[in-house]
Each structure stands twice: as C-alpha cells, then as structure tokens.
Nanobody
Framework: QVQLVEAGGGLGQAGGSLRLSCAASGRPFSNYAMGWFRQAPGKEREFVSRINSSGRSTDYADSVKGRFTISRDNAKNTVYLQMNSLKPEDTAVYYC?????????????????????WGQGTQVTASS
C-alpha cells in the first residue's frame, strides 16, 4: 500500500503559476511510477502528465504540453506538477496517482486504470 497526499492547489490567475506536490508514504517511492490527472466540473477525469520511477521519462497531455512540468524527488518521496501560464480551462480537481513498477508495466500509463493508488485530490482554480 502507498498513501498519496496532494497539496498546493488554490486560486491562480490566468497566466500565473501554481505548484502542486504529492507526498507518498508506505512503500519505497522509487518503486512507483507517478501520474497527475484532473477532473473539471461535469467532465470525466483526464490524464495530465506522468513520470517514470527514476524521473528520466515524462509525458504530457497536449493541452498542458509546454506549460506544465512534472518532476519527482525520490529522496523526499514527492512528485511535483509545476503549472505555468495557467488558463481558465485548467480549473479542475487534480489527482496524484501511482502504480508499482515492481510487478507490471502498463501498456498505456496515460490511462486511469494503469494506476492502483490515488490521492484525495486538490482543487485548482484559474481565474480569467
């Protein structure tokens, strides 16, 4: 089991920045690949970004590419999502997710069902 706790959400202005963090506990963090997803009101949850267990490989949704940056600090058991050039359409609840790389490699790590563990979510509101 791994527990995930997001922090850093809040209100940001369009064009501004916010930084989310997700602290993991319970298992060796370096055994887990991490992802960020978001869910806007009235919409399905969608993939935002993911990072592999070492931090050397990342991927982004087209809607955030060039504006958001995912990173991780395995010594601090934390993954980050730096969000720059915020847009009103970035308003959503952001979720951190994890899966263990010890036992399997998902075909598509942008899919929700690739992840076994989820945080409770943090609200991000980007005002125009």
């Amino acid at each position: 089991q791994v527990q995930l706790v997001e922090a850093g959400g809040g209100l940001g202005q369009a064009g501004g920045s916010l930084r989310l963090s997700c602290a993991a506990s319970g298992r060796p963090f370096s055994n887990y690949a991490m992802g960020w997803f978001r869910q806007a009101p009235g919409k399905e949850r969608e993939f935002v970004s993911r990072i592999n267990s070492s931090g050397r490989s990342t991927d982004y949704a087209d809607s955030v590419k060039g504006r958001f940056t995912i990173s991780r600090d395995n010594a601090k058991n934390t993954v980050y999502l730096q969000m720059n050039s915020l847009k009103p359409e970035d308003t959503a609840v952001y979720y951190c997710a994890a899966y263990s790389v010890t036992f399997y490699t998902p075909i598509d790590p942008s899919r929700e069902d690739s992840y076994n563990y989820w945080g409770q979510g943090t609200q991000v509101t980007a005002s125009s």
